[in-house]
């Protein structure tokens, strides 16, 4: 994967990770209401829900970073690279998006019940499936045909 795409890839993992930690903000608020009964939060969702959401940002992220770096040992040909790139770029946004919109509107996005806010967080979930899947086909591939190849 050339260096440019590479790059791309620390920039969206970089600001997915951050959503991820800035989404331990509202984590914190609904965790200490939940423990405290004295304390209250206007922020809408479950502990369960927003540590998703802090969990979803903080891992996507580093998924994104980690395959930058072990790209950078593939040979993988323009359409692989553009698979690969859009895949984790769909996987990463859509799971944080789809779990931070969970987080604020309830929804668990287990099904597509018509245009509510559960059936986006489907969605997007949805969508970083697929997307992960055809990324991760795509290294696999490289991997396996760059170690059939005879040592230099």
Do not use: C
């Not at 990770?17 to 969702?45: H, W």
């Not at 996005?109 to 086909?137: E, H, K, P, Q, R």
């Amino acid at each position: 994967m050339p260096q440019r795409l590479r790059s791309r890839l620390i920039f969206h993992g970089a600001i997915v990770f951050l959503l991820g930690m800035l989404s331990g903000f509202p984590f914190a608020m609904v965790l200490v209401a939940e423990l405290n009964p004295d304390s209250t939060t206007s922020i809408p969702g479950t502990v369960r829900a927003w540590k998703m959401a802090h969990l979803e940002g903080a891992l996507n992220g580093i998924l994104l970073l980690l395959v930058a770096s072990v790209t950078a040992h593939l040979s993988i040909g323009p359409r692989g690279q553009n698979v690969l790139f859009y895949g984790l770029v769909i996987t990463a946004w859509g799971n944080i998006l789809a779990s931070v919109n969970s987080a604020l509107t309830g929804g668990r996005g287990l099904t597509f019940d018509g245009v509510t806010f559960n059936s986006l967080t489907y969605v997007l979930f949805m969508a970083g499936v697929l997307a992960v899947i055809a990324a991760f086909v795509v290294i696999a591939e490289a991997a396996w045909r760059d170690s059939k190849r005879p040592s230099e």
